[in-house]
């Protein structure tokens, strides 16, 4: 079985990173940066729209 991932990357500092996707909460839901704790929607940390497509799968 292929584990999902997916891409994240802050707007704020860059910091980039690899989760998966039932470890994060919905892509509307606030999300906190590791790195800066920058705070905003889930949904704009994701790099790709296939990534937050991947996010919306497992909500």
Do not use: I
């Amino acid at each position: 079985m292929v584990e999902a991932f997916v891409r994240l990357l802050c707007p704020e500092c860059g910091k980039d990173w690899e989760s998966g996707p039932s470890d994060l909460p919905g892509h509307r839901a606030n999300f906190s940066c590791p790195n800066c704790h920058a705070t905003r929607r889930l949904a704009e940390f994701m790099r790709t729209e296939s990534d937050l497509n991947t996010v919306k799968q497992f909500e």
